[in-house]
């Protein structure tokens, strides 16, 4: 079935860099674009970024613009998630997700997420 | 960046009430708008994509509508399973934005 599951959270010192990966199971991978949306403990969503299908083009919100880097590796089916310069306010789950092929304007498969906590 | 507000920010609701959650965007996006659920401990769903459009295997009790700058999420009979918190999320810009959030409650 279709499938996304993150990996690489953890407990990471503010300025530290920390890099998430996202394997996609269950669907032609290269054919979608890709997000990365965070959740602060107890708070809302925030899109973080999103990378076409080719990986050619990206967006990225404007908190992370410069410090994160969204990429991918189609020939092993994965999304990645490069975090520098890490702050507190970073803190939280971090889902992948799959673009809505349907109309690109949503997301329509998410994984379970993968928890990042930036703390002395 | 555009702005999302969603009104309330929290409901309680009876089984079989129907609730209707407002989402306001700073500025207009057409139709550029998304709804979803998220329950309690679990990743999003989505619900309502171009502000009418319900996606596949939602029950038809949810509904969206509105365009320009004022959205409407419908759940015309509330189920106990709708508890969770709702969010409107838009698609005009190609940085996307996301609302605060509705938590409902029944």
């Known amino acids: 079935q279709v499938q996304l599951v993150e990996s690489g959270g953890g407990v990471v010192q503010p300025g530290r860099s920390l890099r998430l990966s996202c394997a996609a199971s269950?669907?032609?991978?290269?054919?979608?674009?890709m997000h990365w949306v965070r959740q602060a403990p107890g708070k809302g969503l925030e899109w973080v970024a999103v990378?076409?299908?080719?990986?050619?083009?990206?967006y990225y919100a404007d908190s992370v613009k410069g410090r994160f880097t969204i990429s991918r590796d189609n020939s092993k089916n994965t999304l990645y998630l490069q975090m520098d310069s890490l702050r507190a306010e970073d803190t939280g789950v971090f889902y992948c997700?799959?673009?809505?092929?349907?109309?690109?304007?949503?997301?329509?498969?998410w994984g379970q997420g993968t928890m990042v906590t930036v703390s002395s | 960046d555009i702005q999302m507000t969603q009104s309330p920010s929290s409901l309680s609701a009876s089984v079989g009430d129907r609730v209707t959650i407002t989402c306001r965007a700073s500025q207009s996006i057409s139709n550029y708008l998304t709804w979803y659920q998220q329950r309690p401990g679990k990743a999003p769903k989505l619900l309502i994509y171009l502000a009418s459009n319900l996606h596949s295997g939602v029950p038809s009790r949810f509904s969206g509508s509105g365009s320009g700058t004022d959205f409407t999420l419908t759940i015309t009979s509330l189920q106990p399973e709708d508890l969770g918190t709702y969010y409107c999320q838009q698609s005009f810009s190609s940085l996307w934005t996301v609302g605060q959030g509705t938590k409902v409650e029944i």
């Open positions: 269950g669907f032609t991978f290269s054919s979608y674009a």
């Open positions: 990378i076409s299908h080719d990986g050619s083009d990206s």
């Open positions: 997700a799959r673009d809505f092929a349907v109309t690109s304007d949503a997301v329509d498969i």
